[in-house]
């Protein structure tokens, strides 16, 4: 099976960034530690009520990027150490000032090395994606990824997007020379190359930028990144709504503890995630709380969760964050799944299971209603913790499935 190493990376809060985005990234268990996420200049405003895309996939207010400004940084992903790298995610090429034809707007890059969050100019890019003339994608080797220095073209593929309407497109890429590329719209192969050179390095580094010409908008949501092809795909994202036991980081204001990092009525900037209107927080090590999530409808086969939290060391020294499961409501034993020292600034880490831990194979949907989720302290010094959620990937494809309770389906 695949093997998946993050799913999604927008945290799904409807909240407006103004002129800072201020999407964090996330940072994977097993993956490494991702680089802040950071923007100049850039523009972030949730789509409030988008429409359903066709192939249906879908599932909340997605994220709406603008050109605003040379150099936004909107996410970045530090990955593992390996050739193929497959990238897919729901898109939707938006037109906000009624340009009849898009100008070349970057993406998505992979890439090596640090990143530069001032200008965008990194010189080890191994491929970018980027929006061409007459909404068609160009898919460049090497360069910096700018208009200036975009590096070698290696594909225009003539499929055309329509403005407005919704797509997952699917990127397969095999680095070096020699290597693959190939695209998939809806899962229908659109384009293939089997021998082109993205790069002699392996990219450890996936990022999702905007560059400043044209007046281009894209709104992206169910971003996943894998090593093999997952296919049609859809990411459902549920919100703690019960306090489970132990609860022990306090809780501002006082009262449920879930309901501090649920994010559910939060109105205004001041409100936001990433801010400390509700949060938890614990003054030292080995402080746990867990809680029960909200369940989603069962309708095909769970292949990869994640449970994330976005927090921050907001005291000084150095405390850490570690996520943690309670697989089995029966038994009260707590499994840890990822540890990260904090910084001071939030950020949104996450920890992916892609296997139940109690059989080892695909997740029911009644497993993961049982399952209860939620942080651990450690280190030295204070955490913070604004939000938590957990996102599940559910494949659209013909494959079977089981909800639970003894019953199994098939998707179509």
Known sequence: MAEV???DGFDHRKYIGGNSLKYVDNTLYGIGKANQGTTENGRHSAVALPAVPSNGIWDSAAMFLQ???????????????RNRYVVGFN????NPFGQATASDTIFFRWENGAPNPTNNQNTATSLSIRQGASNTLRFYGGGRGTNAFPGTLVANPSYVFTPGQWYFLEVDATFGPGGKLKVFVDSVQIYEDLNVNLGTTNPDRFSLRLEAFGT????????YVADSRLGLCRIITTLPMEDGSPDEWTPTPAGNSYENVDDRNFTTLSNR???DTTRLDAASAGLTSVFRFAESTCFGRILAVAVNATVKNPLGASPSIKLVVQPDPTDLTIT???ETTLTTSYATYQAMLNLSPLTGTFWTDTELAAAKWGVRSGGSGAGRVTAMFVEKLVSMEGLSYDCG???SSYAY
């Open 5 to 7: 190493y993050f799913i």
């Open 216 to 223: 281009q908008g894209m709104t992206f949501d169910d971003l």
């Open 273 to 275: 995630p990433d801010e």
């Open 336 to 338: 840890e799944l990822s």
């Open 91 to 94: 898109y939707r090429p938006t």
């Open 67 to 81: 050109n605003a400004a040379f150099g936004a940084i909107c996410y970045t992903k530090t990955l593992a150490a």
């Open 405 to 407: 309770g003894g019953t």
